[in-house]
């Protein structure tokens, strides 16, 4: 895990009320790489900002949710 400066790191509950999900959702999110986890230089774990931020545009862009949606599965 990665030490980054305070301005740069986020602890895990205030990612959660910033998304607006509950703090196993956070969790849930870094074990799906959509979420960088990192320590602050007092050796707090959380997560960067910038990656916050990206979920953040993520879920409120609706162009970014349209370009992810899976494609059909077609059965054989």
Known sequence: MDTVKDDAWMSRP??????????????????NRRLIPAENPAGQTG???????DQLVLITDPQVLTK???APVTVC
């Open 14 to 31: 205030k990612a959660a009320r910033r998304l607006a999900v509950t703090l196993i959702r956070v969790g849930m999110l870094i074990a």
């Open 47 to 53: 997560v960067t900002t910038g990656s916050v931020h």
């Open 68 to 70: 992810l949606k899976p």
